[in-house]
């Protein structure tokens, strides 16, 4: 072990994590620093995001609460974006546009983000899954308030619902550098992401549920504990074909994600 003081470099960053994660990640941590001395050091030195010591925002919630660990590839590559959340773009605020006509122009430049909604409303029965777009993408307010339904309005009400039904949204490598090739930090993190699963089937009695996404999928089974979790596996939601994923939608369709909490 190095003379490099890792509670210290990412002191800022640990005191965000609720406490009963606190040690499971120092022993990430740790297990980065014996698989790949120097890499902490190097990476505490960079410019990487997420920024604002967001790197560890995922662990909010106790363990015990986490019911799901939804996998994403890494942080976006935009300050603004990277939130330490998998999948939620801090970029985006509103969902819709003013006039309820359809998706704000912010989500439908974040194509993954845009496919999961689409998706969610497809369960929710608002949307066709092979009519997603046009007038199709104008009735879905109207639907819902004919049904009786208030959906939520901005994207942090859709990750407060995600994270208050027991998700861990976590990406596969907590950073993202530009000169870096995302593959190489990746593989970096992969003790880190061990040590977390093997705390999580140690915490409970029934361990959380894998949700894989794309190519994560094949990289997080590569980590001998995700083979003995519960996995539900999809293509990633890049893809137009998430939305009309079936799996996708059972599984999900019991959340009620886009339906504000009273």
């Not at 190519?215 to 996995?231: C, G, L, Y």
């Amino acid at each position: 072990m190095t003379g490099f003081d890792i509670q210290s470099e990412f002191r800022d960053a640990l005191e965000k994590v609720h406490p009963e994660w606190l040690s499971p990640v120092k022993c990430g941590l740790y297990a980065i620093e014996r698989s790949f001395p120097g890499y902490l050091q190097s990476l505490a030195k960079s410019d990487f995001l997420p920024t604002e010591n967001r790197i560890f925002s995922a662990f909010s919630r106790a363990p015990s609460e986490i019911r799901y660990v939804l996998v994403g590839e890494g942080p976006y590559p935009r300050p603004e974006s990277a939130t330490g959340y998998a999948f939620m773009d801090g970029a985006v605020q509103s969902i819709w546009l003013d006039d309820g006509s359809g998706f704000s122009k912010h989500v439908n430049k974040a194509t993954s983000l845009r496919n999961f909604l689409k998706m969610l409303c497809v369960t929710e029965g608002f949307l066709m899954a092979d009519q997603t777009s046009g007038g199709a993408m104008a009735e879905i307010l109207p639907k819902a308030r004919l049904a009786g339904v208030n959906l939520i309005r901005t994207l942090p009400e859709l990750q407060c619902n995600l994270v208050e039904n027991g998700f861990l949204l976590l990406n596969a490598s907590l950073v993202f550098r530009r000169d870096v090739a995302p593959v190489k930090d990746g593989k970096s993190w992969m003790p880190f992401l061990r040590e977390i699963l093997l705390y999580l089937q140690s915490a409970s009695s029934t361990p959380p549920a894998l949700v894989l996404w794309g190519k994560v999928a094949s990289e997080i089974n590569k980590i001998p504990e995700a083979s003995s979790m519960p996995q539900l596996i999809s293509e990633h939601p890049y893809n137009l074909s998430f939305i009309q994923n079936h799996l996708m939608q059972d599984f999900f369709k019991q959340f009620g994600l886009l339906r504000q909490r009273i």
